[in-house]
């Protein structure tokens, strides 16, 4: 009789979990239009090949600038983005800290433009940086630095209890992708091929003071730490994008900083003409981000000082690397296809119901 | 900690396991050091005040009991050897001395409460009436009012009657006194316990027993059901509306009050389920507080099923003292003697049914709606009562008083009568309580209703649906429960269906329930008092 009960409430506590776990699958936000950045993080976890030369770690500046495809084109570099939209730099160290539990790239790029952050910003891009992990010592920590005030860490364990409200809003999107997502990046490159050409830049506004918080400086050196504990190549590079301004007082604490650690920094502001960019035909959003254009301009030119300066295999002549790249080669060029059709036929990206306003994406 | 509170849940888990994993005579010191650490999440400034409210209240008790307990055994010794007034004298030296005790506790700790609860009200009165005749303003003070003084304030007081008036001799454990007086589920918004009815589980050793933690957990959920699906989820409405009296007038007002005094219903009876059940997990039985009270067919009988606890120290310790005091009995005399046997001897009684109602009121907060309102449910007490005998004759008139729908009526008039008295309870301020009463009765825009603008008051369609989905699922299980707890009915259905009952609570609870944000994070409504 009481072996009886005990299994009865077993199966009924697994018919409870059961059901609060396809209720979070289907509660939770799919990212498969309008914010797609929300589904970058998780993408990782899908690849089956987790062999990377480089990693970029950061925010909207590496994964909407950098084409890990045309790294590959160009150079057989083997990497892949591990971007959210406004990672604070806590977030890319544990982000970073998690991927190498997967695998040990030789270089690790990181966008410092998150340095500017010394605290969370918005619920909203916590989520985006951390629903997609799944649960890990490195997750726990990120979530704990991560938090706002109102926030609660058990919702980012079980994120039905801060999705669950979402049952009176769900769409086509949240039935059709409940249990499989579509893929939407390229190695963590959010594609976009159209343009809207530079009108101005808005004035840079004057800061009371110009340092970055200790806490970004905390977590800078523990990248650096982390790096070399694992002999990984570390790279600081701040993307050409004109806005957010980027200060030339920052620039020089980030100059500085690399010299002190024997850093590579590249400000590619500083390289617009010879990178080639054009902000009139190489951003899809007056400056702020490059589309498909300038992003592949910038990874030829980029991946030009990663093979001079480090000693990164070229991959082309692997046969098994190669399918596995031509594959994505293939996925690469149809999607770019696709959202040039969808530009001559619609005037903008359809499929991709991308209409919002680009500036709430940096 | 709020009970809805992600901490108060882990804290209720580690509890549990650890109650019914350590030696059973350690049980309620764990108990004790719970309540500790539950109170001290408030603050520790708040543990000092419950502390001293527990020390002085065990002192004076213990001092009243020893000496029941002399002048028993000197009576005892000196049985025969006493005339009757020397006995007379002897009990009444020990009277005085008790009352003295008794006066003194009652006086400290009431005061306590009063001091930080009411000198800013009277600071507010002081203002108003000096600002008739200067510009000098005396400055509020910054009083911390320590979570659910008022109950355990009452609850201690209560217990220190009870032991001078000898229902029971003082507990001589400190330790367990302690625990009677801050035992954590109750803390918040009550039940007031009273000692000899809790201790009889309080203290005892437990052991785990099934019926008690199924029976328990399912009066927990159901409580949570009631406070994330329902209360919280119309909150917004009621503050929108209440919070915005130009805006919202009419049919609003009347909107405002049914769905307050739904919001009501379900924090507060929601609020108690999940005592009850914590208590019951624990093997401890509480008091009921709610006996279906929107079902009762008159006021006098409503607030014998709304806040019984509350009902009832008001009745022995405020009532009866007041009646059968000197003051009152002088009183008697004197309006009999005036106007007559029939009349004078109910003059006593409306006096202090009025004390109570005008202590009810104050305890309910410190501001004149809530004096109002405790006043005005006084009068209509007293009013019914002296309308009874013309009800009786109407009703054996025309033999109405049996039938289904007059007794419909009659639930639905009451409803109407304290969802209106509400109102002061809504709007917080006697003036704008008033006109907006009389707005339902002058402002005629029923149409407002179909035009979008319950759409406008915070709730979405969705949220209505929910809202009458658990209104509909409330009124189901009250109708049950009338002929008996649903839970024992519950248990005699098949395992299957428990288990059913206890998933389909967690995910509605999960799934609808209003937390989080995006909700207004709110306490319980009695946490105030």
Known sequence: MKRKRVLNILIAVLILVLTLAFLEKLLMPKYMTEILEGALISEYYKEEYKEHDVIFIGDCEVYENFSPVKLWEEYGIRSFIRGSAQQLIWQSYYLLEETLKYEKPGVVVFNVLSMKYGKPQKEAYNRMALDGMPLSLSKLKSIKASMLPDEEFITYIFPILRYHSRWDELSREDIEYVFRKRKITHNGYLMRVDVKPLDTVPRAKILPNYRFDDICYEYLDKMVNLCKKNNIELVLIKAPTLYPHWYDEWDEKIKEYARENNLLYYNFLDYIDEIGIDFSTDTYDAGLHLNLSGAEKLSVYFGKILKENFNLTDYRNDDEVRKIWERKKVFYYSMKEDQYKELETYGYLKSYNIRREESEMN | ?529
């Not at chain 2, 009532?319 to 009349?343: A, T």
């Not at chain 2, 003036?431 to 209703?449: A, D, K, L, P």
């Open chain 2, 1 to 529: 900690m709020l009970f809805t509170s992600y901490n108060f849940i882990a804290f209720l888990l580690i509890l549990f396991i650890v109650y019914y994993s350590i030696p059973k005579k350690y049980q309620w010191v764990l108990l004790l050091a719970a309540n500790f650490v539950f109170y001290s999440f408030s603050g520790w400034d708040n543990v000092v005040f419950i502390t001293v409210t527990i020390i002085s209240t065990y002192i004076s008790s213990t001092k009243i009991s020893n000496l029941y307990s002399g002048q028993a055994s000197f009576l005892k010794e000196n049985k025969g050897m006493l005339s009757r007034e020397e006995r007379k004298a002897y009990k009444d030296s020990i009277k005085r001395k008790q009352k003295l005790l008794l006066i003194i506790c009652l006086l400290f700790n009431l005061g306590i409460l009063a001091v930080l609860k009411y000198t800013n009200f009277v600071i507010y009165n002081i203002n108003n009436v000096m600002g008739m005749f200067t510009n000098v303003e005396l400055p509020f003070l910054n009083l911390l009012l320590p979570m659910g003084i008022s109950f355990y304030t009452f609850q201690s007081m209560g217990y220190i009657m009870d032991v001078y008036r000898g229902k029971y001799p003082a507990e001589k454990n400190i330790g367990k006194f302690a625990l009677f007086v801050s035992f954590f589920p109750q803390l918040i918004q009550g039940p007031i316990s009273r000692f000899d009815d809790l201790s009889k589980t309080l203290f005892k050793e437990h052991d785990l027993d099934f019926k008690n933690i199924s029976f328990g957990i399912q009066r927990i959920l159901w409580g949570f059901f009631k406070k994330l699906v329902i209360a919280d989820r119309i909150l917004t409405a009621v503050n929108t509306i209440t919070g915005d009296p130009d805006n919202y007038q009419g049919i609003f007002v009347f909107i405002g009050m049914i769905f307050y005094a739904i919001q009501l219903y379900a924090d507060f009876t929601g609020g108690i389920d999940i005592t009850i059940g914590i208590a019951q997990v624990l093997g401890i039985k509480v008091q009921e507080n709610f006996i279906r009270p929107y079902f009762s067919k008159s006021i006098k009988e409503y607030w014998r099923r709304w806040h019984i606890s509350m009902g009832t120290w008001f009745r022995d310790y405020v009532f009866y003292s007041v009646s059968v005091s000197q003051f009152m009995m002088n009183i008697s005399k004197k309006s009999r003697r005036k106007l007559g046997e029939k009349i004078g001897k109910r003059v006593p009684v409306y006096l202090s049914t009025i004390t109570v109602w005008f202590a009810t009121g104050i305890w309910h907060g410190s501001s004149w709606n809530f004096i109002v309102w405790g006043l005005l449910n006084g009068l209509i007490i007293i009013v019914s009562q002296e309308c009874e005998p013309f009800y009786a004759w109407f009703h054996k008139k025309f033999n109405i008083g049996h039938t289904f729908l007059f007794r419909l009526f009659q639930v639905a008039r009451t409803f109407l009568l304290m969802c209106s008295l509400r109102i002061l309870d809504c709007y917080r301020n006697v003036g704008i309580s008033f006109r907006m009463f009389c707005s339902m009765f002058t402002n005629w825009n029923f149409s407002q209703v179909f035009s979008g603008k319950m759409l406008e008051i915070g709730l979405k369609k969705s949220d209505y649906y929910v809202l009458l989905a658990g209104v509909i699922i409330l009124i189901w299980v009250s109708l049950i429960q009338r002929k008996g707890s649903v839970r024992e009915k519950l248990s005699l259905k098949s395992e299957f269906v428990h288990y059913a009952v206890y998933i389909i609570l967690i995910v509605a609870i999960i799934t609808f329930g209003a937390y989080g944000i995006g909700y207004d994070s709110n306490q319980f409504i009695y946490n105030q008092f």
